[in-house]
């Protein structure tokens, strides 16, 4: 039987971007040899060896935070008759809430609507397995809205169990996650 918290998984290539990127060495052609045979770079190495689970939900969550606080250009302009470019990433992000209510209703379209971007926008998450619930405790004073998003992110060899609580402030629209790995 497999150890699947010790075994890697392979990245997907936004993360080798990232991590070029934070080495700053994005730009810089590694191409190492010695005696006239090429040595595999760090990077080549990564890509061949994988990560570990908590990378690759870390990576998740840092593209989990931009969806989730970027407000949707439907939300601005008028895109009627636009159904390209409401299907694109134009379109990238969450229906505006700041004018929503507490009413039930209204609640329970900013939980369909962030199903919908989760779907959209995240190829990582199997539709099939999102389950995105609302957290029945309403924070009054603060005007927060709970919603628990549970599923599975696709990765090889296996798949990734991901679960993670998003935290709607009605007034700002802002959106915090809860229970997925630090983003900073």
Aim: some cysteine; aromatic content about 6%; charged content about 35%.
């Amino acid at each position: 039987m497999r150890d699947k918290k010790h075994e890697n998984l392979q990245i997907p290539l936004m993360y080798a971007f990232r991590e070029a990127n934070r080495k700053g060495d994005a730009r810089t052609r590694i191409d190492q040899r010695v005696e006239g045979e090429r040595v595999l770079s760090e990077r080549g190495a990564l890509r061949r060896r994988g990560v570990g689970e908590a990378a690759l939900k870390k990576d998740l969550a840092i593209d989990l935070m931009a969806l989730v606080n970027t407000i949707d250009l439907d939300s601005a302009e008028d895109m009627d008759g636009l159904d390209f470019a409401r299907k694109s990433v134009l379109n990238f992000g969450l229906p505006d809430v700041a004018h929503i209510t507490s009413d039930e209703l209204a609640v329970r379209d900013i939980g369909d609507n962030l199903k919908a971007a989760l779907l959209h926008f995240e190829p990582r998450l199997y539709a099939d397995a999102l389950v995105v619930e609302r957290d029945e405790v309403f924070d009054e004073v603060n005007q927060r809205i709970r919603f628990v998003v549970s599923g599975e992110m696709a990765c090889t060899p296996f798949d990734v169990p991901i679960d993670f609580v998003a935290e709607v402030e009605v007034s700002s629209g802002k959106v915090q996650l809860m229970r997925l790995p630090v983003t900073t």
